[in-house]
């Protein structure tokens, strides 16, 4: 073993490999950073990050092959093994990404005011918004009846923070109270935790 390790640092694989986790690490926050700023699709920080990870392996074969100092030749193994890594990741990536849509997030449409003009209005797409349902806290022992209407309000303090941003879309207690009342509940408080998941 100690011969393995001498041998990765003759080749300086491990300093590789440390470079290209932070150049890798630094790519992922700039697409982050892009996708943020330009509104383009979430997706395509898992795209870069499943495709740096794909790549390790060339990454491990450049170092071991060219990592040592002083001119090397290039072997069979690297010339079969990073074409075929480069071909599994190209298909890899295909596979789990090419259904998604990796544009931009949002989507024009054509909107007719009340004065019968048309104006053009930039929304998000419908996959890239997130649904919440928010119900009444459940009072504690130490909130008597006088100050019920505190478990009510949280949640529409909440609504009207949250509906600021378009990406997400929080769905207040009075939208679904019916279905609630259909079953039997009197009261919106004291929902049981299961039945909340199945109206989420």
């Known amino acids: 073993m100690n011969g393995l390790a001498r041998e990765l640092m003759e080749r300086r694989v491990p300093h590789m490999l440390a470079l290209y986790a932070g150049g890798s690490w630094a790519l992922i926050e700039f697409t982050g950073f892009l996708v943020d700023e330009f509104l383009f699709s979430p997706h395509w920080t898992r795209v870069v990050m499943t495709a740096l990870l794909l790549l390790v392996p060339s990454v491990a074969m450049l170092a071991w092959f060219h990592g040592r100092r002083g001119r090397d030749d290039v072997p069979l ?19 789990l990404f090419g259904g998604r849509d990796l544009g931009a997030a949002t989507t024009a449409v054509s909107v007719e005011t009340e004065d019968g003009e048309t104006v053009e209005r930039v929304i998000p797409k419908t996959e890239f918004r997130r649904r919440a349902a928010l119900f009444p806290f459940d009072a504690g022992p130490g909130l008597g009846e006088d100050e019920a209407w505190l ?9 009207l923070d949250l509906s600021a941003d378009d990406f997400f879309e929080p769905v207040a207690p009075s939208q679904f109270a019916h279905r609630l009342f259909e079953l039997g509940l009197s009261d919106l408080r004291g929902v049981p935790l299961a039945l909340r998941r199945q109206i989420s």
């Open 151 to 159: 478990t009510y309000a949280a949640p529409t303090a909440l609504e």
């Open 77 to 95: 193994t690297e010339k079969i093994g990073i074409p075929a890594n480069l071909a599994v990741a190209a298909i890899t990536l295909f596979l």
